[in-house]
C-alpha cells in the first residue's frame, strides 16, 4: 500500500509537470496603442483640426468650440433631441472646413496636382515642424490669401494650411497657386464677376441642401471617446 501511494504521487507530479501554465492573455497595452491610433486618425480626418500640433484643441477658438461640442454629445443620451441637436452643430464645423479644404483642391487640382491633391493636403499632428524647408515664406503666403481671397470666408485662416503652402514653395507652385486663387475665390465680387457670384449662390443652395438632408447616421458620428471604448472591450 505504501509502495503504491509514492507510485501515485510521483505519476500525479508528472503530470502536473507537463500541464501548461495558465497564459496571462495579451491585452492592454498593445490593443490600447492600436486603438488610440485609430482615434487620432479618425479624429484628424473628421475634424480637420485647424492646429494639427494642438492636441489638447485649445488653443483656437474654432478647435476649442468644436472640440467641447464633442465632448458635450459623448456626455449626452444617443438618439436624444439634444444629441441630435449637438450632432447638427458638429456636422456644420465640419462642413465648413470641408468646404474649405475643398478649394484648396480645386485649386491644386487645376494646377495639374490631380494625383498629388490628397497627399498635398494631408495634414495630421505627425506632421513635423523639423520638416518645413520656408516656413517664414508659407506664413506671408497664407496672410495674403486671408487678406486677398475669400478662401477663408474673412476668418483667421487655419495653421494647417502653411505646411501646404511650404510644399508648394518647394515644388515652386505657391505663385502659381495664390494666383489661382485670387482668380477663383476673390476677395471682392465686382459686377464682371455678378454672374460668377449667381452661379455661387446655386452651389450655396445645394451644399445646404445636402447639409439638411443628411441622414441619421451621418449624423449619430460614432463619438471618439465611445469609438475606443468598445475597441478596449474586445
Known sequence: MGDRNIFYR?????????????????????????????????????????????????????????????????????????????????????????????KWKIILENLGFRAESDMLLNVTSATSYSSMRNAPQAKKLLDVLAQETSIFENKMPAERYIFVLDRLIALDAAEDFLSKAKTYYPRDQSPELENEGQDSAVVLIKKSNEINSVTDEELEEVDEDALLSRLLEL
Open 10 to 102: 510521483i505519476c500525479c507530479s508528472c503530470c502536473r509537470g507537463d500541464e501548461p501554465e495558465e497564459k496571462t492573455p495579451i491585452i492592454s497595452d498593445t490593443l490600447l496603442y492600436f486603438a488610440q491610433e485609430a482615434q487620432r486618425r479618425r479624429s484628424e480626418q473628421a475634424n480637420l483640426w485647424s492646429e494639427p500640433h494642438d492636441t489638447s484643441h485649445m488653443e483656437r477658438d474654432d478647435d476649442r468650440e468644436l472640440y467641447n461640442l464633442l465632448q458635450k454629445r459623448a456626455k449626452t443620451r444617443r438618439g436624444s433631441q439634444g444629441y441630435r441637436r449637438l450632432s447638427f452643430d458638429i456636422h456644420a464645423v465640419r462642413q465648413e472646413r470641408r468646404d474649405v479644404l475643398g
